[in-house]
């Protein structure tokens, strides 16, 4: 199904001026490039004023230019191939400093998730890890290096924490088959987003489990049917996304768990502690 965004240009083309048609034609037909292009930019290629792409997108019913773009970015994140992302990191980027480039970015994802994340969405999601008979974490793809990192740090401070293993739909459904009520399921999926993953946090639903969903939009298949969502902005960078934001996220809610319950976390990394050092998990002896 179409987005909704080019669905009504098409609708309005016929009412557009001359100036608008070159717009919206343009952009049908290259929506993946528009959607990081400045107006001026914009403008230069179709033959019209920066003021008359502003115009456009106030027509459409956007705020400005920016809200308008905004709105591309989510459609392409959902649609674009990992070759046609390529292309569009080659039109952000261009001559620049990738590096420069690339932490810019990402800085300025942690700025807007540290603005728009879910403070109280954050602390019941963090309650709900303490109070849970058990705990499944599950993320397909590259998001399963997040669900791995929590697995591996929530395993520290509590016995019953299952990481789903997703390579194959059937073997994960076996794995989450006992969940149910009093449990929580960790769903952490970014675009392009995995089947998988929407299946199996529709199955906890309806078997009664919580659901933490940690994703990038409130538009996401897993955000609907979240108890607790956390959203994390996470453009692409090339054929990648960009996990810096919900890995910090991440790290928060690891943090905020620990603060929550210190006098058990406390005990469990001494015996670890006991542990590692009766058999020399870690070298000592530059000490």
Same mark, same amino acid.
């Given at each position: ?79 674009? #191939? @990992?070759?046609?992302? $390529? ?5 952000? =980027? %261009?001559? &620049? /400093? *990738? +590096? ?66 997703? #390579? @194959?739909?059937?073997? $994960? ?5 006992? =969940? %149910?009520? &009093? /449990? *929580? +399921? ?102």
């Amino acid at each position: 199904m179409k987005n909704s965004l080019l669905s009504l240009i098409e609708e309005k083309m016929p009412a557009f001026s001359k100036g608008q048609r070159a717009i919206a034609t343009y952009l049908l037909e290259n929506y993946d490039k528009v959607a990081y292009m400045t107006a001026s930019k914009l403008g230069g290629i179709v033959g019209v004023s920066e003021s008359t792409v502003v115009r456009f997108a106030i027509e459409l019913g956007f705020d400005g230019y920016p809200d308008m773009q905004r709105s591309l970015q989510e459609l392409i994140r959902m649609r674009l #191939t @990992s070759v046609q992302r $390529m292309d569009v990191t080659d039109l952000l =980027i %261009g001559d &620049g /400093d *990738v +590096l420069d480039k690339v932490l810019s970015s990402d800085i300025e994802k942690l700025r807007y998730t540290l603005e728009c994340v879910d403070r109280g969405a954050f602390d019941a999601a963090t309650d709900a890890l303490i109070r849970a008979k058990h705990i499944y974490i599950m993320g397909v793809r590259s998001s399963s290096v997040l669900a791995r990192f929590l697995n591996f740090n929530l395993r520290m401070i509590f016995d019953d924490v299952k990481l789903v293993q997703t #390579t @194959s739909g059937s073997e $994960m459904f076996e794995q989450i088959h006992h =969940i %149910g009520e &009093g /449990d *929580v +399921l960790v769903a952490i999926s970014f675009p392009r987003y995995s089947k998988r993953i929407i299946k199996a946090v529709e199955y906890a639903k309806e078997v009664g489990a919580q659901v933490i969903s940690i994703t990038d939009s409130d538009r996401s298949p897993i955000a609907p049917l979240a108890d607790q969502l956390l959203i994390a902005r996470s453009d692409m960078v090339s054929f990648v996304d960009s996990l810096v934001a919900p890995l910090s996220i991440i790290n928060a809610m690891i943090v905020s768990v620990a603060r929550k319950d210190p006098a058990t976390v406390r005990a469990k990394l001494q015996k670890l502690e006991q542990i590692w050092e009766e058999y020399e998990v870690y070298d000592t002896a530059s000490n």
